[in-house]
């Protein structure tokens, strides 16, 4: 099974809170943008504080498609319609099951509904 516990995520505000009780229920590490009461950052700094914590950003910001990225950022962006937890969090299970997080050390995670997408950084 390719999950691996030692990943730990920052949920970006947009994101369902359900999405950071499922990941503690996989026993995932996963803190909230609200959590750390820095509500409104700019995208730039959440991928800073992302780096500096060494956690993997989730969002739903289509806005860090664009971000250039260093070596050590690490973002999934979930891009599922509607974004609404019953057609996420399953989703989202699905990709946890199958998904090697070493494939974030050269590219951002675009995860949509059918198919997961790899875009070089």
Avoid: C
């Amino acid at each position: 099974m390719p999950q691996s516990h030692d990943a730990k995520f920052l949920l970006d505000e947009n994101v369902s809170n359900n999405l950071r009780k499922l990941l503690i229920s996989k026993g995932y590490d996963a803190i909230t943008i609200q959590e750390l009461n820095i509500r409104g950052a700019k995208n730039s700094e959440l991928i800073e504080l992302s780096r500096q914590k060494s956690r993997i950003l989730i969002t739903y910001d289509k806005d860090f498609i664009e971000y250039k990225y260093g070596s050590e950022d690490k973002l999934i962006l979930i891009d599922i319609h509607p974004l609404i937890d019953e057609y996420v969090l399953p989703n989202f299970s699905e990709f946890l099951n199958s998904f090697y997080f070493e494939e974030l050390n050269n590219n951002i995670v675009i995860l949509k509904e059918d198919e997961i997408v790899l875009k070089k950084k």
